[in-house]
Each structure stands twice: as C-alpha cells, then as structure tokens.
C-alpha cells in the first residue's frame, strides 16, 4: 500500500493510525492462528512464531503507539526503558547507568496497539533494534561527520599547493580528495557522495552540530578511511587518541556482526563484539564532553547512542549462552532493498489493480532472478 493512501490518518506516534490499525489487527489475527493452530500443507502442519517487529524508528512508534520515542528529549524517550534527558540520563554509557535498573519496567503505549496481542505482556521487547538505522544512518554517521568537520577545525587537511589557500571550503575539498583517493586506490570501489561541502556535512557555523544524509553504503567507506587517516603519524592528543579509539570500535563491531552466521554469534564472536562497542561508547561520549566543555558543537549525544547502548546491554546479557544473537539479524537493510524494488515496481500499474500487480510483478522477477536471467 502507497504511503499516500494513509497518510492523512496520521494523528501522532501515540494515538496510532485508523488505517494501519485496522490492518495490523486483521494480520495479527491471521499471526495468532498461525502460530496457535498452524498451517496445513500437503507436507504437514507449520506454526509460524512472530518474534518482533522490524522497522525504523517512525514505522515501529506508529505501529506500536509508542508514547515514548526517540521525538520525546528531554522527557523518557526509549521504548525499551525509562531513560529521558533529565533524571535517568540516557547518555549515561557507564556499568552503573540509572536507565538499566528501569528496562521492561512499563509497556511504552497507553492506547493498546493491535500488535501487543503477539506478545505476552505487550511489552517493548516486541520493538527488534534495528542496527542499519541505529549505526550506519544513525550514530555511526552522526560521529563520522562531526570528525570529518572537528579535524578541519583542528587544522587538518592543509592542501600542498599554498596558491588555493587553506580556508575551510578548501579543507574540506582537501579532505574529500583524500577520502576518495583512498576507497579508490585501497577499497577499489567508487563513494555514492561525489562532493563534501559546508552544506552537505551540515556544518554551517561553529553553532551547528555537523549532521549529513549520506547513503549507508558511504558509512563504511568512510568509517574504513577514518580508521586509516587517524592510524597516520598525527602528533598525538587527546582528541585525535579518543576519534581513533572510536572509529576503531565501531569498524571492529561491524566487522565481528558482518563476519559471523547471520542469526547467531558464538560467545569468542560476542564478547569481541561487546569490547568493540564499549570502546566506542566510551570514547564517544568523552569526545563529545570534551568538545563541550570546550564549548565546542561537535558529537552530537543522540537518542540513537543510546538505542545502540541497548544493544550492547543485550548482547552482554546473553554472554552466558551457547548461542548469541547477532544484533545484525534485525538489520533492516535488506528489507529497504526489498521495499525499494517493490516500490519500482508499483508504479506502473493502475492505482485499483496496484496491490494485485505488484505481487505478481514479484513472482516474475523472482523467478528470472532465480534462472539467473536478472
Ligand atoms: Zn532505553
């Protein structure tokens, strides 16, 4: 269904939408017999078991009526807990964080949405953390665009040819020239960003905290260049020592989710995983007091660092276990694919026919990928 069909029965994250409900009802009635009476094939009964609810932040608030997102700073702003920007800081990374002791203490809706009938209590659990939009268009870009922008306040990037001077424009120009030179030359691949500027690091003056919108593809990319450039004979400080120790993190997290099984990490794979996120958080939270205290608006503290703190409580929680959840599971980046080619596919159709259409479209292109004609 088109985004637009619906959209004007938006009435805000906590009250839900009339359209989306009525069909999140009829599905989860279908969910429920499905996993209480099953589904009978000629190959035997299957029960089909729901365990959570994939999807961005927005699309989980509204299916799910959240009352507390990541909209609501400085009041409680995490479904997962009672963390807010006040009292229960949700930026406190530390063991001892107050928010931990408040985690599954309350549901995060008042008005009940369809879809806590699939779980036991309606509790937040239902809501999977979602690394794509948490790391790569969450925290992990937010960090790797106020480094980019705080090395060039730290004076960084000074182009070889004095003629074209080293004012910022040009610093930054210096610095993509040697982003680009490396994915091509190390990554042998080519950056979906062609530029960097003041305007797309959203970086307009020393009051605004740098924030950018690249593809997520380009998180990785730049996340491997950073690694690099920050590992060159810098005299050392404290800054550069806390951005290396960060980006160094977070490549190792990623790396350690990306390499194992796709469902479940064994305990050497998270624990390793774990050390990588504590390294990251920690030092990402330093930077960001520093710079501040420094008066300086660079490593924005966002609701997503502390999603990400989430996630790190979970899989620390799990070490135990044989078997531990690879939090990359619950990463929706196939499913933007698979929504973006639907999505292409949708638009040719005639609007009444367009539901029946596009899945059948699906099939055919299904199946000619599968003979490999695709
Ligand atoms: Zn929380």
């Known amino acids: 269904m088109g985004h637009e069909s619906y959209r004007h029965f938006n009435v805000g ?19 429920r017999s499905a996993m209480e009476t099953g589904i009978a094939t000629n190959h035997g009964t299957f029960f089909l078991c729901f365990v959570c609810l994939e999807g961005d932040l927005p699309a989980q608030a509204k299916m799910y009526h959240c009352k507390r997102t990541f909209l609501s700073v400085p ?21 001892g964080a107050s928010w931990k002791a408040t985690v599954g203490q309350d549901v995060p809706w008042t008005n009940k949405p369809p879809l806590a009938d699939l779980t036991t209590n309606g509790e937040a659990t ?13 925290i992990g870009r937010t960090f790797l665009c106020s480094a980019i922008c705080f090395l060039i306040y730290l004076g960084h990037f000074i182009p070889s040819n004095p003629d074209i001077g080293r004012s910022i424009p040009v610093r930054i120009n210096e610095a993509y ?12 691949t080519t950056p979906h960003v062609k530029h960097w500027s003041r305007e797309n690091l959203g970086w307009k003056g020393p009051r605004d905290m740098p924030q950018v919108t690249f593809k997520a593809s380009d998180t990785y990319l730049i996340l491997s260049w ?24 977070l490549d190792d997290f990623l790396r ?16 390793g995983a774990v050390k990588s996120l504590d390294e ?4 990402y939270v330093r930077l960001a007091s520093d710079a501040n205290q420094e008066g300086l608006v660079f490593f924005n503290l966002t609701p997503k660092l502390h999603y990400l703190d989430h996630i790190r409580l979970e899989m620390k929680g799990q070490l135990a276990n044989q078997r ?41 292109e299904t199946r000619l990928r599968w003979r490999g004609q695709r």
């Open 75 to 95: 009041h409680p702003m995490c479904p997962w807990c009672g963390a807010d920007g006040d009292t229960i800081p949700f930026t406190d990374v530390r063991a």
């Open 126 to 138: 239902f809501l999977a953390k979602d690394l794509f939009h948490i790391v790569n268009l969450g």
């Open 256 to 271: 350690r989710c990306a390499k194992a099984d796709r469902v479940f990490m064994t305990q050497t794979e998270a624990r």
């Open 13 to 31: 994250f906590e009250c839900g939408n009339k359209v989306l409900d009525t069909l999140m009802a009829e599905f989860t009635t279908a969910a």
């Open 280 to 283: 990251f958080l920690i030092h």
């Open 324 to 364: 531990i959840l690879n939090p990359m599971a619950f990463s929706t980046a196939m499913a933007e694919d698979y929504v973006g080619r639907a999505s292409v596919i949708s638009r040719t159709p005639h609007q009444l026919a367009m539901p029946l259409r596009t899945a059948q479209k699906w099939l055919i």
């Open 177 to 188: 020239a040697d982003f680009k030179h490396f994915v091509k030359h190390i990554m042998n």
């Open 226 to 249: 950073l690694v690099d450039y920050l590992g060159r004979p810098f005299q050392a400080n404290n800054y550069i020592n806390n951005m290396l120790a960060c980006a160094h993190g």
